[in-house]
């Protein structure tokens, strides 16, 4: 069930132009699933009326934390990054369809750019028996922030444009494309780089779900303006994704 | 305890407090935040006679205190309407009403005319005002003429109450609504988006895929609440007031200016639960004020 509730800021980490909130909320968290997202409420910004979607990063159900890696692109998200310690923020949780939880046996990539490493580590937290592999790309070595996190849950292989950490070059030309066996892949961030994604997907004929971020207004299906093109004509990113299974998209 | 019931011409609403049109989904989307039975009616989205893919995406631009959308009346038409959403919420405790909209005369007939068999929807809203559909839509509601004819053609075979949606892209919309009135509309609701346009300087390009869309959200309010009371004052038949409430002062305020009932919009989007919030918050205002019945407050503005 959606909720709409008040959480309190009580830690924070910043980077540039990236914040990594730690929220508590008063209320026993409703159940999340790796993919989801909540609409956080922007207060005291003039040039923020609607609220900002923002996937969950973490999740701590023992004390009824979520954090949110935001980063910072126009006002709304840059009001959202300054928040102190202490703040109270209203969010709307939880939303849309998390990704499908992998089998066992599957072996499993998660192949994140950007902020859009951010819902793939609770995903990856979600599926208990899996021996986690990321894929992370940056610009460089400054975009790859908490990279220690993902470590702690995985094998972690990193790309950067400049080849200041890990391989140089896209996530799409890392080497651990040639050695492991994949069979299912998850992918979050830039448009450019999912759509690279989903082409060796398709090429190596692996399954692969995709998070989108079109831009929203309600977050819950009523407004229809955060609407993908799919197989099944328009539909809202909001309810019927983030997650999309690549089959479904016109890519 | 405040009475609240307000009476429109053969539609009770338990109070004065709808949820607009495009911004409610099919009440379904809220039902988690919003105990429906606590508001007087629910504007289910925009139905068509056929199925509407809609615009492309982009379909939205943030503004200072609002938004512009040109979603373009997506929807899978007035038979999946009957056939499969219609039976989950026929027996929601509100009045489950829906806005019409057609790119011809006899589009919108036969869409009403479908409506009109459904025992559970007392009403239908005609949106003769949506600015993002090519045909038809806004262009019926900017002449007196054209007013008159949709909505002549739709009470020849719709029976229950008949509420027309304005469009306040126009210059005198009290000749507007007295024109919707004369041609049998029941009430007239008004305002629908105003017609706006968004620009990215950095690209030099719309932000918008129709590069114009409709304006709504708070940023609209004083021009709602302008209209309101202009129509009020011109016409016999209730005014529904729409445009930027936020609040329940702000529903209060067009309820001075002469609206007998009002929709919540873009401000569902802002927060999900304002619509019971706001019928809760008119109740204060009448225990403060010492009004015994909501109907008290309608057009008494002390001028």
Sequence with gaps: MKRISDFTVIAKQSWFRVAMLRLHCDEILPEIRGGQFVQVRV??????????????????????????????????????????????????????????????????????????????????????????????????????????????????????????MGEKGFVTQHSVWNTLKINKIYTCGPIPMMKAVAKIAREKDIWCEVSLENQMACGIGACLCCVENTTEGNVCVCKEGPVFNIERLLW | MVKTEIKLKGLTLKNPVMTASGTFGYGEEYADFVNLSELGGIIVKGTTLHHREGNPYPRMAETAMGMLNCVGLQNKGVDYFVETIYPRIRHFDTNVIVNVSGSNIDDYVAAAAKIDALDDIPAIELNVSCPNVKQGGMAFGVTCSGIEQVVKAVRDVYHKHLIVKLSPNVTNIAEIALAAEDAGADSVSLINTLLGMA???????????????????????????????????????????????????????????????????????????????????IVEYCERHGVEDVNELIGSLTL
């Design chain 1, 43 to 164: 207060e005291g910004c003039q040039k923020a009326y609607l609220r900002r979607p923002i996937s969950v990063h973490d999740v701590d159900y023992q004390h009824n934390t979520i954090d949110l890696l935001i980063q910072e692109k126009h006002e709304g998200t840059k009001t959202l990054c300054n928040l102190p310690v202490g703040a109270k923020v209203n969010i709307v949780l939880p939303l849309g369809n998390g990704f499908t939880m992998p089998d066992k046996n599957d072996n499993v990539l998660l192949v994140g750019g950007g902020i859009g490493i951010a819902p793939l580590l609770y995903f990856a937290k979600t599926c208990k028996d899996l021996t986690t592999k990321f894929l992370l790309g940056g610009r460089s070595e400054s975009d790859l922030m908490l990279l220690d996190r993902f470590r702690e849950i995985g094998d972690v292989f990193v790309t950067t444009d400049d080849g200041s």
């Design chain 2, 199 to 281: 620009i990215d300087a950095e690209t030099r390009r719309p932000v918008l895929s129709m590069v114009t869309g409709g304006l709504s959200g708070a940023c609209v309010k004083p021009v709602a609440l302008r209209m309101v009371w202009q129509v009020a004052k011109e016409v016999k038949i209730p005014v529904i007031g729409l445009g930027g409430i936020s609040s329940a002062t702000d529903a209060i305020e067009f309820l001075l200016a002469g609206a007998s009932a009002i929709q919540i919009g873009t401000a569902n989007f802002i927060d999900p639960a304002i619509s019971a919030k706001v019928a809760k918050g």
